[in-house]
């Protein structure tokens, strides 16, 4: 009988610290990618930092380091190495050269997980593209199976090569995606100016912060949750009523640093939810060691799109999981992150959320729910008042 199971690839990632960026960060970052491996289905053997003040043109990394990852690629049979950052092209072919494995970068790695979670048309369609907008600049003579796709007689021109004719089809193909995402975004709109004037709420957040299991817990609906980055690329809205006030809540895909602007630009109409958006649930993971850097990651994408200036609850969840380290009285070291108590970060500039309120609540424990709803009740009821002036509510 033949073994059916399939073999998990190997991997061995590559992070660097800069002068922009710390050990500790780099070394977070890496875990980080290890995560997003994890997600694309492989085991992560060994994680390699290099010091850089900037990155050589031709490895990256530059020669020492490489032949280190060379040795070790070599000797445990691994079937590909991860990089922290985006390779150029020449650095991409160079490194493959050398380690004669596979090559991938955040932005590849990334990409791979959305392609394998894209469960909608649409998200395939979304992903597809940004797939390609990767991959043009990136074309070796690998990739001249692609010309096999688009016969026929008259179809390479004199003097053309294999990588121009590959390049011609793949342009082709961004082209024809583009135009099919034109036709499903005006669908998408369509969809959206018929839902009336109902108060909209959206959830956003960095990726695996629980924004679907918020979602269940409020619209009482089971959309699909995960303990993995990505569990949710389609936009799921659902329509809810607090006491008497209808609303749509919607959940889109998780934020992260570093995501491709391919897929920012693909996803545009999956944004357009959070553009349009009348109230935010920026839903942080508070368990998460640098859940503050993941804050600003969220922000910095809500500019990137223009939606910024909304009116913006800050919900931090997992508060079951959440554990701090208690000093001792005659310890004088500094305090650090992890000696502040969930009592203590109240207090916090957490607490002080300038777009609106600030709640810590527990989504799979169902901790302080109420309390959330309330306010939730209170934010929607205020715009909803002034779109309905002559309602009536009631208490």
Same mark, same amino acid.
């Given at each position: 009988?033949?073994?059916?199971?399939? /073999?998990?690839?190997?991997?061995?990632?590559?992070?660097?610290?800069?002068?922009?960026?710390? !050990?500790?960060?780099?070394?977070?970052?890496?875990?980080?990618?290890?995560?997003?491996?994890?997600?694309?289905? @492989?085991?992560?053997?060994?994680?390699?930092?290099?010091?850089?003040?900037?990155?050589?043109? !031709?490895?990256?990394?530059?020669?020492?380091?490489?032949?280190?990852?060379?040795?070790?690629?070599?000797?445990?049979?691994?079937?590909?190495? /991860?990089?922290?950052?985006?390779? =150029?092209?020449?650095?991409?072919?160079?490194?493959?050269?050398?380690?004669?494995?596979?090559?991938?970068?955040?932005?590849?790695?990334?990409?791979?997980?959305? @392609?394998?979670?894209?469960?909608?048309?649409?998200?395939?369609?979304?992903?597809?593209?940004?797939?390609?907008?990767?991959?043009?600049?990136?074309?070796?003579?690998?990739?001249?199976?692609?010309?096999?796709?688009?016969?026929?007689?008259?179809?390479?021109?004199?003097?053309?090569?294999?990588?121009?004719?590959?390049?011609? /089809?793949?342009?082709?193909?961004?082209?024809?995606?583009?135009?099919?995402?034109?036709?499903?975004?005006?669908?998408?709109?369509?969809?959206?100016?018929?839902?009336?004037?109902?108060?909209?709420?959206?959830?956003?957040?960095?990726?695996?912060?629980?924004?679907?299991?918020?979602?269940?817990?409020? =619209?009482? =609906?089971?959309?699909? @949750?995960?303990?993995?980055?990505?569990?949710?690329?389609?936009?799921?809205?659902?329509?809810?009523?607090?006491?008497?006030?209808?609303?749509?809540?919607?959940?889109?895909?998780?934020?992260?640093?570093?995501?491709?602007?391919?897929?920012?630009?693909?996803?545009?109409?999956?944004?357009?939810?959070?553009?349009?958006?009348?109230?935010?649930?920026?839903?942080?993971?508070?368990?998460?060691?640098?859940?503050?850097?993941?804050?600003?990651?969220?922000?910095?994408?809500?500019?990137?799109?223009?939606?910024?200036?909304?009116?913006?609850?800050?919900?931090?969840?997992?508060?079951? @999981?959440?554990?701090?380290?208690?000093?001792?009285?005659?310890?004088?070291?500094?305090?650090?992150?992890?000696?502040? =108590?969930?009592?203590?970060?109240?207090?916090?500039?957490?607490?002080?959320?300038?777009?609106?309120?600030?709640?810590?609540?527990?989504?799979?424990?169902?901790?302080?729910?109420?309390?959330?709803?309330?306010?939730?009740?209170?934010?929607? !009821?205020?715009?909803?008042?002034?779109?309905?002036?002559?309602?009536?509510?009631?208490?």
């Amino acid at each position: 009988m033949y073994n059916t199971k399939e /073999i998990q690839e190997t991997a061995v990632l590559i992070g660097v610290i800069t002068k922009n960026q710390t !050990k500790e960060q780099s070394i977070e970052y890496l875990d980080e990618l290890e995560f997003l491996t994890e997600t694309a289905g @492989a085991k992560t053997l060994k994680k390699f930092v290099q010091k850089l003040d900037r990155q050589d043109s !031709k490895t990256f990394v530059g020669s020492g380091k490489m032949e280190e990852i060379e040795a070790y690629v070599k000797e445990y049979e691994v079937d590909m190495v /991860i990089f922290d950052d985006d390779l =150029s092209p020449s650095q991409l072919r160079n490194i493959e050269k050398i380690l004669d494995c596979k090559v991938l970068d955040r932005s590849n790695l990334i990409l791979d997980i959305f @392609a394998a979670r894209a469960q909608t048309a649409h998200a395939k369609t979304q992903v597809e593209l940004a797939q390609y907008q990767y991959l043009l600049p990136r074309l070796t003579r690998m990739w001249t199976h692609l010309q096999k796709q688009k016969g026929g007689i008259g179809m390479k021109g004199p003097g053309e090569t294999e990588i121009e004719t590959d390049r011609r /089809i793949i342009r082709d193909k961004i082209s024809l995606l583009k135009k099919k995402l034109e036709s499903i975004d005006k669908q998408m709109a369509t969809q959206r100016g018929n839902r009336g004037q109902m108060v909209r709420v959206s959830l956003v957040g960095y990726t695996n912060a629980g924004k679907s299991t918020i979602m269940n817990v409020i =619209s009482k =609906s089971k959309v699909f @949750a995960e303990d993995k980055l990505f569990a949710t690329l389609a936009t799921t809205v659902r329509k809810v009523v607090f006491q008497n006030i209808p609303f749509l809540l919607s959940d889109t895909v998780g934020f992260i640093r570093k995501l491709p602007h391919q897929l920012v630009e693909s996803f545009k109409s999956t944004l357009d939810e959070v553009r349009e958006a009348d109230i935010l649930l920026h839903v942080v993971d508070i368990t998460h060691p640098h859940f503050e850097e993941h804050i600003e990651v969220v922000n910095q994408t809500l500019k990137e799109i223009g939606a910024e200036d909304k009116p913006i609850i800050l919900v931090f969840n997992k508060i079951d @999981a959440f554990t701090f380290v208690e000093k001792d009285e005659f310890d004088l070291t500094p305090v650090e992150r992890e000696n502040y =108590s969930l009592d203590d970060l109240r207090k916090t500039w957490m607490a002080q959320n300038e777009s609106g309120e600030t709640i810590f609540l527990s989504a799979i424990k169902k901790e302080n729910i109420t309390e959330f709803r309330e306010v939730l009740y209170q934010e929607i !009821k205020k715009i909803h008042s002034i779109r309905y002036p002559y309602h009536t509510y009631l208490y």
